[in-house]
């Protein structure tokens, strides 16, 4: 990455030299030619100003297009990922979303699962397991037991090879995923924080989130300490890429908000 954009960045810089070279290159040859012209009364000294004035403004825009065409191959890059995601066919939906209330008995039965992109590793070989509704469990377990994995099939990230999973005695299939999804919040193991303000990735869940109901949120992921401390509080401004130990702790919170 740092050497495409030195490249690029060398590319522009030689460029740009070249141009205001050739521009002011050529302001001298015009103005010394002109001036000699003036001189010897072939020519009118207003005549040879407003000359220059239009070779400036004509050089200077043909100067600006190689910063279209780089700023034209960005944009293009930019829309082809947005437009990824909106080609993408969304999740199928069984039932309308009904604003049933939830209480969270889980159930695996008999469940097998192998990733789609990798059928031939059976990560889940027929796991039962219940969890009652207000249960307080951990799973543990080897790098690669599938920890993540089950929770991902709670979530019908993915559907079953075999068994089924069910949420208050009714299987996965039968929930509407917004409304199951709308229950579960999740701190993943990949820390993820976009890029905008703290707030924003605070509200992400629900952006119709009060001020006091996102403070509220950061000071239960006692986030609140330390977004207190920053200059502009919770409208301090992320990039993307930031450090991950404030992606961690803002995710860990953002998840609460929906509660
Ligand atoms: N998207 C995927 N595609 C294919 N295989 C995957 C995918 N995600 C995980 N796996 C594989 O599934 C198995 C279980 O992975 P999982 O992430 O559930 O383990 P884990 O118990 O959460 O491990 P860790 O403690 O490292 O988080 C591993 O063998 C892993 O390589
Ligand atoms: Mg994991």
């Known amino acids: 990455m740092v050497h495409v954009a030195l490249r690029a960045a060398g590319f522009r810089g030689a460029f740009i030299s070249f ?25 009118s000294v207003g005549d040879l100003v407003s000359f220059v004035l239009y070779t400036t403004f004509i050089g200077g825009s043909i100067a600006g297009l190689g910063d279209i065409y ?20 969304p999740e199928a939906l069984a039932t309308a ?9 889980i159930a ?13 590793v059976t990560v889940l070989k027929s796991l039962s397991l219940r969890i009652g509704a207000g249960e307080k469990i ?12 089950i929770i991902q099939l709670l979530m019908r990230f993915y559907p079953l090879d075999k068994g089924s999973i069910q949420v208050d ?31 924003e990735n605070i509200a992400y869940a629900r952006p119709e989130a009060t001020e006091e109901e ?27 890429g930031a450090s991950s130990f404030l992606a961690g702790s803002v995710s860990a919170l953002r998840s609460r908000v929906r509660f």
Do not use: C
Not at 139 to 149: E, M, P, R
């Open 97 to 105: 979303y009904e604003a049933v209330p939830l209480k969270g008995d």
């Open 19 to 43: 141009i205001i070279f050739a521009l002011f290159g050529g302001i001298v040859a015009v103005m010394w030619y002109g001036a000699s012209l003036v001189a010897s009364g072939a020519m």
């Open 108 to 120: 695996f039965k008999d469940v097998q699962f192998a990733y789609p992109t990798r059928k031939e």
């Open 214 to 240: 996102i403070i509220q949120a950061a000071k239960k992921a006692n986030a609140w300490q330390f977004i207190e401390k920053f200059p502009e509080g919770l409208d301090t401004w992320w990039e993307s």
């Open 169 to 199: 005695g009714r299987s996965l299939e039968e929930w509407n995923l917004a409304q199951l999804r709308s229950h579960i919040g999740i701190v993943p193991q990949e820390v993820l924080l976009f890029g905008g303000s703290i707030r």
């Open 138 to 149: 951990a799973l543990a377990g080897h790098s690669g037991a599938g920890k993540s994995t």
């Open 70 to 89: 780089g700023q034209l191959q960005k944009a293009i890059g930019s829309s082809e990922r947005v437009l990824e995601i909106l080609e993408e066919t």
